[in-house]
């Protein structure tokens, strides 16, 4: 089946893609890693976002809604282990400058 | 100008306050709304249970986790602040720029779009979908939801002297 998109998924395809810029500028130009990981979030709100718009233009809204909890819970379980990464590296060097990982040891 | 238009330009605008500001738990408050408003939008597209948990999980528990992580870390002089909001005006001050740009790029493009998309099956609920047909997502998400337990035991083990 062929569908031609309606004029209205430009709207949100214009606003996907501007989160999209903006999460991988807050990850690409900071040094701390508490601000990536924020970084990685507004990322994977887009991600939700678009899939959402998708099942609502294909009238597969039950499929995207599953899909977004599926996204929901991998995000929860990243930030839970990347924050207890972070915090242990903030023990280890008093700091969360991105740079001084490159004293980790092994 | 529909409501909808209104939501997803707040969502932009609470996104970007999240990446520019230099306190991080004005970022972390930036990210909360952002997921709050995230949830009005899907309630507003048809999909209130992924709604009630992008609020309840994104603009709660993860909040929670980024708060607690921040008041974990050390707080600097405010004189920090001060040269850091110098620091970071100078690698983030095109953004706002580039986004607007990128918006009005954008928005003259108009371009018809044809997509081919399967046959609708009969899905019906969202727990049908879950319960019966995606069966091996929640597999999935029990496996990682796992490695993540796995994960925070681990970061958070007591150091012996036999680890060294």
């Known amino acids: 089946?062929?569908?031609?998109?309606?004029?209205?998924?430009?709207l949100y395809f214009i606003?996907?893609?501007?989160l999209l810029v903006d999460g991988a500028w807050c990850m690409l130009a900071t040094y701390n890693l508490l601000r990536m990981l924020i970084g990685i979030e507004i990322l994977m709100k887009s991600v939700t976002f678009i899939l959402i718009v998708a099942g609502y233009l294909?009238?597969?809204?039950?499929l995207a809604q599953a899909m977004v909890i599926t996204v929901i819970v991998i995000e929860v379980v990243v930030v839970v282990v990347a924050a207890g990464v972070i915090l242990g590296f903030f023990r280890a060097h008093n700091s969360l400058n991105v740079r001084h990982t490159r004293n980790l040891k092994g | 100008m529909t409501i909808m238009t209104i939501l997803l330009v707040l969502l932009v605008l609470a996104a970007l306050w999240a990446s520019l500001t230099t306190l991080l738990l004005r970022a972390a408050i930036g990210l909360a709304l952002t997921s709050a408003i995230l949830a009005v939008v899907m309630y507003a597209l048809g999909a209130p249970i992924a709604a009630v948990l992008e609020l309840s999980v994104c603009a709660g528990l993860i909040s929670v986790v980024f708060v607690s992580v921040i008041s974990l870390t050390h707080r600097r002089p405010f004189q920090y602040y001060i040269d850091l909001r110098k620091n970071r005006l100078s690698r983030f001050w095109p953004l706002p720029i580039v986004?607007?740009?990128?918006?009005?790029?954008?928005?003259?493009?108009?371009?018809p779009i044809q997509v081919a998309l399967p046959v609708p099956g009969a899905e019906g609920d969202v727990r049908v979908v879950m319960w019966n047909l995606r069966q091996l997502d929640l597999f999935g998400q029990i496996l990682i939801l796992l490695a993540g337990v796995i994960g925070v035991l681990v970061l958070f083990k007591k150091e012996t002297k036999d680890d060294n």
């Open chain 1, 1 to 10: 089946m062929t569908i031609d998109l309606p004029q209205s998924f430009w």
């Open chain 1, 58 to 62: 294909a009238h597969r809204m039950a």
């Open chain 2, 99 to 111: 986004l607007i740009a990128l918006g009005i790029v954008l928005s003259f493009i108009h371009a």
């Open chain 1, 15 to 18: 606003f996907f893609v501007l």
